[in-house]
């Protein structure tokens, strides 16, 4: 099949937020559902005020419909991503986000701001860290080799933002490198 | 995949300088022989068939050149590698195939190294860097253009997915 040159060398970030979209989240159903059995597990029977734990498109889905509340994950509330930003800023290593951090976060800002407490700030924390890992991604290119590059502790979406550079460009490093030791 | 790649294709024409160790006919002007010992340029496509043969031997061409190569070593990013050669990693993989040669390997791994930093800053702003940096811009071979233009189209991909409010 052939693709756009943009997607044969990356996914798009649509489709990284995709994948997102199967990782677990808890909701509060705001009114009682039957049980539905999926193809990967079976959602259980919904009754409120209890808690649930459900994919993450089934929660957005059912946010959607005002049929249930979403509960932030225990990352993404605003003491939690302070401390994780003094982190980011203090030291040259990427600090460890969960993997989906700028997805996840992205989806949730933008379908359940109200469930959030103090969303605004928390936007501003998120642009903040993913300037901070963006710069220090840019600084980390200087350590390319043919045969590996570490940067630990990248975020899903950013590495995908890297990967055409670094993978044309080690690529070709590596050719050259291999035809000189052919000899 | 290599021998279709069109970049490739066209790496092979670069000219390079030649001595002839046998007599060669059909090389010359209209087809006149050419006398041993004497100095063409041929496409490397011509002269690497040759060479293997022994019939000529190649010598180190002007983008390989120590002059060139001082001032890769010097500041990589502000040679102009377009000036010099329109496909110059390509052509280097060629070169280092006939000719052994450690340090132009290293030289030439170092020049891509520093300049894609360079390239990876520019693919976030073309038009700014177009007018700050217009020289380096404009010196970029091939397959830099190639780097700037897939780093620039997944950063703005990834922009207007991050600006998008609609659900």
Redesign the interface.
Known sequence: MALP??LE??F???EV?FLAGNEYTDIVPLETMDQLPLVSATIPIMKPPRKCRVPLWLALELK?QHRARIVPPEWLDLSNLQSLQEQEMEIDMFSKMPFRWLETG?LLL??CPDDIEDVEEVRRILLTIREARQSKA?AG??A???VQLALDNLGA?EI??I???FR??MN??R???Q??E?? | MDYYDIDGILSENQKVPCTCNVSIPGLGHEGREVPAGSKVELPFWLAEVLAVNSFVSIHMPIPFSSVVRNALKASPTSVSLRDICTNYYHFAENMLHVISDEQLAQLTLDTLRKRSLVIADGALNPQGALQQNSDFINGLDDFEKYLLRTAHSTHRSLTHWHNSTSY
Request: proline share 6%.
């Open positions: 040159r943009e060398a990356t798009s970030p649509e937020e959607r992205h933008k379908a840019r290119l200087e390319v080799n043919e979406m995908n933002e990967r055409p550079l044309e460009t070709r490093m050719k050259i490198v035809v000189s052919e000899e």
